[in-house]
């Protein structure tokens, strides 16, 4: 007999969670599919040493419950990744989530019957649910890049990914370890290797601008402020373009209407305050090069003044522009290259060839290596999505219709595949916002929207054409205000060969959310519905 349920969701991670509990306050069945062992996404895969929230934790929280969000203690400005699973953990037993979640199930096909209006979900193991809704919260990133290198399996040693780390402690001490990539993950987990591997190879195409986080326990003067007002907290930083630090406005003056020693003086006091704030320091850093050109000149002196070895600084010092690539937060990172166990290897000039059984090799010479760690990251905001064998009317593959490139309504529905919600898709803010205000928006629009539809008995809802066509220009007219799409990265998915060019995420959180609420307060302009019976 197979299940059926109102809706399902795919994903049991941070979206995936407040989406169970969205649907359930709709009143509707639901059954969450995982591909994991436990909750949590992001934060039950990345358990590299060194995993850590960038965006401050009091922010990095679920808001849909007053008592949640006043009783739980964060302890440091930035959570570690054990600390976040904790906090996921207290979330799931608290609101009895596991009772609707479906661990160790891996979805691998969705076909849409539109004369029943209705999905058959099909998992890896051959079981079959059928559901009038399904959500996709499967995450931006999610779907690990673990690059086709040469020679891979001829390996003898210990390959790893940062996404796919081993649930027990890995031994690296006395070991040769070589890291390739040196993205987010890559910055976060090198300082924490390199205290205790006895060598190790950084190789590194794109240097990337990595701003110090200033970690430390969080100060309970201001958790305790904040809790004093989360409605008003949240409310500010939903004011702001990433939906977070409020704290911090963003200097709306030009670099160019201050002397160089204003200048000087205020990146300096941007750059000890920590984590991102940086670009806050002038109003024109992402939207004029010139301006960026500034601010990247200031990153490239302090890496020349941290990292002793001037040739590995001038590696280390990014060429791009601040911001086109995702800005890096870590921790003693540049400091790591002054260690004697540490050696930076440029495959920029120097492409990796080959792996064999003792060694990576590139067009330069040949390192023996133990342990080769890919902190490669994902195939960003499409690759889990197009994982699935998605078939929405007349059989239509959803990797047919993005075969150009991602095409959405608001990051939210696909024409041509009624009652599917992508969740943080491609064409909404996602991923240059603090993630949780995203899930947030989305599940809380999603979950509205369900019950607006239980409540009209329309049986199906589906972006129109015109509407993804439109919201399509936008996306492009937004991002082109920006330096965001001025350098190859994987916002475009540049970082995927192959994939089509398209710059995915919607720029500045408040005018996207003021477009959804405007969508449904119209009774859900740009998607068609349908009424029982009809």
């Known amino acids: 007999m197979t299940d059926s349920f109102d809706v399902v969701v795919v994903g049991a991670g941070l979206g995936g969670l407040q989406m169970l509990h969205q649907v359930r306050e709709a009143g509707l069945t639901v059954r969450v599919f995982e591909a994991g062992g436990g909750a949590g996404g992001t934060w039950y895969w990345n358990r ?21 969000q006043k009783d739980w203690e964060w302890t440091r400005r930035y959570a570690s990744q054990p600390e976040i699973l904790r906090y996921v953990g207290h979330v799931v037993e608290r609101f009895d989530l596991d009772r609707d ?15 029943a209006c209705r999905w058959t979900v099909r998992t890896e193991a051959g079981e079959e649910a059928v559901a009038r809704f399904v959500v996709l919260a499967t995450g931006c990133l999610s779907s690990v890049n673990l690059p086709d290198i040469p020679g891979r399996e001829t390996f003898s040693g210990e390959i790893l990914h940062t996404a796919r780390w081993p649930h027990e402690p890995v031994e690296l001490s006395g070991r040769r370890v070589g890291v390739v990539g040196t993205g987010s993950s890559g910055v976060q ?97 992402m939207a004029d090069a010139a301006a960026n050109e500034l601010v990247a000149d200031f990153i490239r002196g302090k890496i020349r003044q941290i990292v002793q070895d001037p040739d590995v600084a001038e590696l280390l010092s990014p060429k791009q522009p601040v ?61 889990a999505l197009l994982g699935i064998d998605i078939r929405g009317r007349d059989g239509l593959p959803l990797k047919e219709m993005w075969a150009a490139g991602p095409r959405t309504y608001l990051g939210l529905g696909v024409p041509g595949f009624p009652n599917l919600f992508t969740m943080t898709g491609p064409g909404s ?16 629009w999603i979950g509205d929207c369900l019950k607006y539809l239980a409540d009209n008995d329309i049986s199906a809802i589906e ?32 970082n995927i060969p192959g994939k089509k060019r398209v710059f995915m995420p919607f720029v500045g959180f408040p005018a996207y959310a003021r477009t959804c609420a405007e969508v449904a307060a119209g009774g859900y302009q740009g998607f068609a519905l349908t009424r029982l019976g009809a």
């Open 429 to 444: 803010p996602s991923v240059l916002t603090n993630m949780l205000v995203a899930i947030h928006q989305h599940a809380t």
């Open 189 to 285: 987990l090198i300082p924490a290797i390199a205290e205790e591997a006895k060598e190790l190879h950084v190789f590194q195409r794109t240097a990337a601008y990595t701003l110090p986080a200033r970690d430390q326990p969080l100060d309970p003067g201001l958790q305790a402020a904040v809790k004093a007002d989360y409605a008003g907290f949240r409310a500010r930083n939903n004011a702001m373009a990433t939906a977070g630090l409020s704290r911090y406005p963003t200097n709306p003056s030009s670099v160019f209407l201050v002397s160089a020693a204003e200048r000087e003086a205020a990146f300096e006091y941007f750059w000890g305050l920590g984590g991102p704030l940086l670009l806050r320091s002038f109003g024109d850093l």
């Open 323 to 383: 911001g086109c690539k995702r800005v890096c937060v870590g921790t003693g990172y540049y400091e790591t290259f002054n260690r004697p166990n540490v050696h930076l290897v440029d495959v920029a000039s120097a492409p990796i060839e080959e792996i064999t059984p003792d060694a990576l090799r590139t067009a330069a010479g040949t390192h023996g290596l133990d342990v080769i760690v890919f902190a490669t990251g994902f195939d960003a905001m499409t690759g």
């Open 101 to 115: 979640i479906q661990y160790d199930t891996r979805v691998v096909a969705l076909t849409y019957d539109e004369p």
């Open 463 to 494: 972006a129109t054409r015109e509407a993804e066509e439109a919201w399509g220009l936008r996306v492009n007219e937004v991002a082109g205000r920006t330096l965001f799409s001025s350098c190859d990265s994987w916002y475009l998915g540049a």
């Open 48 to 68: 590299y040493p060194g995993a850590r929230c960038d965006v401050e934790s009091l922010e990095y929280s679920y808001q849909f419950s007053e008592e949640l």
